[in-house]
């Protein structure tokens, strides 16, 4: 009988029982016999180029976003639906402290033209509305001609004309002394609001700003998300310019040198586990059970095809060939053994 034929009788009476003792065998190897650093070269180079990423992003990230946003949709369900409850405590806890800031990092961030643009338009329309408010027919009711009518006493229309007048002049010289101030004061304005950053009261309010953010994101629905984000023009430029930043990251020394090492510790501290020791007790024999269902069709299927019995049953012409040492011929004894 063939090695073929022996082994497809075995398998056709017990082949889930050879399977499960190939999942014992494989379960008991050392992690390190299939995840090692020298192996990580290879994979970064082929299985991460730049071209199979364009083509995994292609084939499978797009048509995700796609396929999750109508799913989303038909769930109903939340952000918080995806975070346990012992998680959701952790964040909650993390969102709620008071924001923390480093007075050197804060100093950098402001002095910046587009900080102090801003901080230069909200204090000159502070001031405008204050000058708004207190001119002569301003909304505050014209502070500085009431007052100046009260101080001087004058009631009569010339009077109110007087003060009319002399409130436009104020008013124009309180706009050029805001223009002045705002012009002038940006540094004691921009170390004002450092000061200010760095109160702790205000480091309490904005850790109760950011808490409420985070209350307010994980109850936001799942749809809503995809749909924004189905709705960002530049989401499939992001998507299209992925694969680029991945191969640009994973091609560069350093990002290599980090990953080795850092596998490189994995396997020093794990590698000599075998594989069962990671997986819960519970659940091995259910695995093999399976590994066997899933694997012995195929074995089946392989020992049945020609490319086995090749192997299996090579060529009688083969197996026959002569053995070249054994044929040649044998050579003359030296002259003093003839003697």
């Known amino acids: 009988m063939s090695l073929q034929s022996a082994l497809a009788s075995r398998l056709a009476a017990d082949g889930a029982a050879l399977c499960r003792t190939a999942a014992d065998f494989v379960l008991d190897r050392p992690v390190g016999a299939f995840v090692s650093p020298e192996r990580i070269d290879f994979w970064l180079d082929h299985a991460f180029d730049e071209g199979a990423l364009h083509a995994a992003v292609e084939a499978h990230v797009q048509g995700f976003v796609e396929r999750e946003q109508a799913r989303a949709k038909a769930r109903g369900d939340r952000v918080l639906d995806w975070i346990s409850a012992e998680a959701q405590a952790e964040l909650r806890a993390f969102a709620a402290r008071p924001v923390i800031f480093e007075r050197a990092t804060l100093e950098r961030w402001v002095d910046q033209d587009a900080v102090r643009s801003i901080l230069q338009a909200i204090v000159r329309e502070t001031l405008d509305r204050f000058v708004d408010t207190v001119r002569p027919g301003g909304s505050g009711g014209g502070l500085v001609g009431a007052v100046g009518r009260r101080t001087l006493g004058f009631a009569s229309r010339a009077g109110r004309g007087l003060l009319g007048g002399l409130g436009g002049q104020v008013e124009e010289l309180l706009r050029g002394a805001v223009q002045s101030f705002v012009s002038g004061s940006m540094g004691l304005m921009v170390d004002r609001f450092v000061g200010i950053l760095m109160q702790p009261e205000t480091q309490r309010q904005l850790g109760r700003l950011r808490l409420s953010a985070y209350e307010q994101a994980i109850r936001t629905e799942t749809a809503a998300i995809f749909d924004k984000a189905a709705a960002e023009p530049a989401l499939e430029d992001l998507i299209e310019a992925l694969p680029g930043l991945l191969a640009h990251n994973l091609d560069r020394p350093e990002a290599r040198a980090l990953i080795r090492e850092e596998a490189q510790r994995w396997a020093a501290a794990e590698g000599a586990r075998p594989i069962r020791s990671f997986l819960p007790a519970e659940r091995v024999e259910a695995l093999r059970d399976e590994l ?21 049953d090579p060529p009688e012409a083969d197996a026959e060939a002569p053995d070249v040492d054994a044929a040649a011929e044998p050579e003359p004894d030296p002259p003093d053994a003839a003697r």
């Open 292 to 312: 066997a269902a899933l694997v012995e069709p195929m074995v089946v299927e392989f020992v049945a095809s020609p490319a086995f019995a090749a192997w299996a």
